[in-house]
């Protein structure tokens, strides 16, 4: 074999090792809308491996005399390093489905965690899926073995090749992936939305939250502001008989499934009776500021609608810490990575306990945060926050032992999330499954109020009860959540239970009220001063509100409240610059677009006012 020959048949290594790349690029770009400035620095990258693999295949030629022997230990690299890239590009697209983000390193973990909710989402049992990932691997090492009895460049004529041009193509192997590997390090190709760097290195300067980046040079002025109300912000006076406060985060929550809002199933009972003995107010027509999770906490819990968000929030953690709250986090899930690292911003607190940490039990299992909270010490009487967070009703929750109450039930996670225009019914299997969670969540919050009586943490406490975003199911074609801004998707409950005390009368609760309403609400319900940066308002105020914005992804809109016959809500998909109109008065469900039947005027009033109250006017994430 001559050396043009060598050359040709490595020339033809390339290619091939570039053909799953180029695929993904494809629908990196294509289908996601991210930045082809990263098409280059990513094929860069990717020349790591194949550099790694030639040289390796290089010292094979030195040290197995066997030729078959070599073909089969450079066919089972090969296959390994095809199986990884494979595996962390199915992962990548997961993720820009989902959130609309890269997946972070420290991610990767969870999405393993969850293998026993694919198999039941897939319906297929727990065992095939360690199989078919093993039957793929040999697959692969079959491709690989047939590649190189055919064309294997690096057989015993590849010798023929002069000494001097072997150890030059070594060291300029060598060098170059020294090169990418500092880029990569070096954090040089994040700013072209490279994929690889992105997962390991992402910018210091970008607050990622499940797609929804910060702009910088927006986030260091508003932190100014953050600053100077930390300054400026006096707690309250007296401390004397201060209430305790219990936030229940229910993740995927929607209110129309519950039955203490009128739903025609029984899903709430055990709330139906704790809010019948006290003097619960259960308020109608919240909206959460966007579909997924890490957004909208981030939304609830320092009062700003997301073209708000920066580095340094004056969150709702901290205003109570500053008025002599001690603070405990007990939530499922992946709040320590998964959530864009959330831990990191709700600051100091006196104990943090989620998911993973929870040896022993399913990440998603809400029963590690009845049991840890058993755990607790009682009550000593200083005032104190508990904030909880449950994923029973969330898609990817512990598949149950026994079967629910509703049947056929069945896990939606694989199903199309396509636009097919409005209305439609959802299936009755994903209705039962999500509404056996429902249920679920019913009995943990019951058990969590009795461990905390029990303990003596609710003689004189508010008890809120929320969302973080609502679920499709089914509803204009879409499933789960992070898809649109459908009302399926952003109407959350909102519950305020008074235990040990009776609340002072109050004025009505203000039609259609925000995510970003429930922080100043918990504050005023405690008489405790409220951050002057926070954008909303205490529920029962309404003066100065004339609109709420929303965002997800490439969906941005507003709910305009000036006319009280009227709820408008426009929205915008910025990716085509299609628009929809509903009135939310007489169309709760969002099945009849009235774009076309508004006066042109006030339509071009909803467009101007959505692009200058939410990020609709920047470039599309």
């Known amino acids: 074999m001559n050396a043009a020959r060598v050359i040709r048949r490595f020339g033809l290594d390339v290619v091939a090792w570039y053909c799953i790349p180029a695929l993904f690029l494809g629908a990196y770009v294509g289908l996601f809308g991210k930045s082809s400035t990263a098409v280059v620095p990513h094929l860069a990258v990717l020349a790591i491996p194949l550099l790694a693999m030639t040289l390796a295949r290089l010292v094979l030629q030195r040290l197995v005399t066997s030729p078959k022997l070599r073909r089969l230990i450079a066919a089972v690299l090969a296959a390994s390093l095809l199986g990884v890239l494979i595996t962390y590009y199915c992962l990548v697209l997961i993720g820009l489905r989902s959130w609309g983000g890269v997946v972070a390193w420290n991610v990767i973990p969870t999405f393993f965690a969850q293998t026993t909710v694919l198999a039941d989402a897939l319906a297929v049992p727990l065992f095939l899926i360690p199989i078919a990932g093993l039957a793929l691997y040999a697959a692969l090492i079959w491709i690989c073995c047939l590649y190189l009895t055919r064309f294997d460049w690096a057989g015993t004529s590849a010798s023929t090749i002069s000494r001097p041009i072997r150890v030059a193509f070594v060291a300029g192997a060598a060098a170059i992936i ?101 003097y619960t107010r259960v308020v109608s027509g919240t909206h959460s500021s966007c579909g997924d999770t890490a957004c909208a906490l981030f939304s609830l819990f320092t009062s700003k609608f997301p073209n708000e968000f920066s580095f340094r929030p004056f969150t709702l953690h901290e205003a109570l810490r500053r008025n002599g709250y001690r603070i405990h986090m007990v939530l499922s899930g992946d709040h320590t990575y998964f959530h864009s690292g959330f831990k990191n911003f709700y600051g100091a607190v006196d104990s943090f306990y989620d998911g993973t940490q929870a040896h022993g039990y399913f990440l998603n299992d809400d029963q590690l945060v009845v049991d840890h909270l058993a755990a607790m010490p009682n009550w000593d009487g200083k005032p104190v926050m508990f904030q909880f967070h449950l994923m029973s009703a969330h898609i990817l929750r512990k598949k149950e032992d026994a079967p629910g109450q509703f049947q056929p039930a069945r ?127 205490p529920i029962t105020e309404a003066q100065g509100v004339q609109f709420s914005v929303f965002e997800e992804h490439s969906f941005a809109g507003l709910i305009d409240h000036r006319d009280p016959q009227h709820a408008w809500k426009y929205w915008i998909d910025r990716r085509s610059d299609a628009d929809h109109v509903f009135d939310l008065s007489i169309d709760p469900h969002e099945n009849r677009d009235v774009r076309d039947a508004i006066p042109p005027e006030f339509l071009n009033e909803l467009r101007a006012r959505t692009r200058a109250q939410t990020s609709a006017g920047l470039s599309v994430r």
Do not use: C
């Open 178 to 278: 020294a090169i990418q590997a500092y880029q990569v390090s070096a954090g040089q190709w994040t700013y072209r939305a490279e994929p690889v760097s992105l997962t390991f290195f992402p910018p210091a300067d970008v607050l990622n939250l499940e797609g929804y980046s910060i702009n910088p040079v927006a986030a260091s002025r508003l932190d100014q502001l953050e600053d100077e109300a930390r300054a400026t912000y006096m707690p309250a006076e007296t401390a004397a008989a201060r209430k305790n406060v219990v936030l229940i985060v229910v993740d995927a929550l929607r209110p129309d499934h519950m039955g203490i809002y009128g739903y025609d199933r029984d899903t709430t009972p055990r709330l139906a009776r704790i809010t019948g003995a006290n």
């Open 411 to 537: 896990r939606y996670a694989v199903r199309d999330s396509s636009e097919r225009g409005p209305g439609g019914d959802p299936p009755q299997s994903a209705v039962n499954f999500y509404d056996n969670g429902v249920m679920k969540a019913d009995s943990m919050i019951d058990a969590l109020l009795q461990q905390l009586q029990n303990k003596g943490y609710l003689r004189n406490t508010l008890v809120v009860i929320t969302a973080d975003h609502g679920e499709s199911l089914g509803e204009h074609g879409l499933f789960t959540h992070a898809n649109s801004v459908r009302e399926e998707v952003l109407r959350v409950p909102l519950l305020l239970i008074p235990y040990g005390y009776q609340p002072q009368a109050s004025g009505p609760i203000r039609a259609f009220p925000s995510q970003i309403d429930i922080a100043p609400t918990i504050l005023s319900q405690l008489s405790l001063p409220i951050p002057a940066t926070w954008m909303g308002h």
